[in-house]
């Protein structure tokens, strides 16, 4: 019961607040390049949202696909395609490309857990990528149609979601 409630403890308050940044590995070098949580790589994304919201085009934009078998197949090829070479197989900011980046890509699972974000928050992401926020995220509305950037959310959700849900709980943002 004792080690329970320790292990539910530290998920609440995180790792780095228990042992701190240096032992979580989070590198918070004065040259900003790497941010401090596990979802947070480039907070100016977030900050934006929180306090504008999504670009016009993007506002208020919900998923129109469920999470079918066959819609979450078709998201899950496109994420192996366009994706997991930066984010990784399980979306945790561990692909090959993604660990030559100076901001390193997001954790998904722990982006996805987070309440504020919805989904217009993850088609503008997608869509327009991270130039202007200074990150190497891909802008994919030239490459990938509409329908297929919500198939690889749909895919996300269902995959990656409930992994990230003990990151969120630390108070993170995605980039």
């Given at each position: 019961l004792i080690a329970i409630l320790a292990i539910a403890i530290f998920l609440t308050i995180g790792c780095t607040t228990v042992f701190g940044p240096a032992?979580?590995?989070?590198?918070?070098?004065?040259?900003?390049?790497?941010?401090?949580?596990?979802?947070?790589?480039?907070?100016?994304?977030?900050?934006?949202?929180?306090?504008?919201?999504?670009?016009?085009a993007y506002r208020g934009r919900r998923n129109p696909f469920k999470a079918t078998i066959g819609n979450v197949v078709e998201g899950a090829r496109l994420y192996d395609l366009r994706c997991a070479v930066c984010h990784g197989v399980m979306?945790?900011?561990?692909?090959?490309?993604?660990q030559?980046?100076?901001?390193?890509?997001?954790?998904?699972?722990?982006?996805?857990?987070?309440?504020?974000?919805?989904?217009?928050?993850?088609?503008?992401?997608?869509?327009?990528?991270?130039?202007q926020f200074g990150t190497d995220m891909p802008l994919f509305r030239s490459?990938?149609?509409e329908g297929e950037i919500w198939k690889i959310l749909t895919f996300m959700r269902a995959a990656f979601a409930e992994s990230g849900a003990a990151s969120a709980t630390n108070g993170e943002a995605p980039r």
């Amino acid at each position: 019961l004792i080690a329970i409630l320790a292990i539910a403890i530290f998920l609440t308050i995180g790792c780095t607040t228990v042992f701190g940044p240096a032992i979580c590995g989070i590198d918070r070098s004065s040259s900003g390049a790497k941010y401090a949580g596990t979802t947070e790589k480039a907070p100016e994304r977030h900050a934006h949202y929180v306090q504008s919201g999504a670009p016009a085009a993007y506002r208020g934009r919900r998923n129109p696909f469920k999470a079918t078998i066959g819609n979450v197949v078709e998201g899950a090829r496109l994420y192996d395609l366009r994706c997991a070479v930066c984010h990784g197989v399980m979306g945790i900011g561990d692909g090959e490309a993604g660990q030559k980046l100076t901001v390193p890509p997001a954790d998904l699972g722990a982006s996805l857990a987070q309440p504020l974000h919805g989904d217009d928050y993850f088609l503008w992401t997608i869509a327009d990528g991270g130039g202007q926020f200074g990150t190497d995220m891909p802008l994919f509305r030239s490459d990938l149609s509409e329908g297929e950037i919500w198939k690889i959310l749909t895919f996300m959700r269902a995959a990656f979601a409930e992994s990230g849900a003990a990151s969120a709980t630390n108070g993170e943002a995605p980039r």
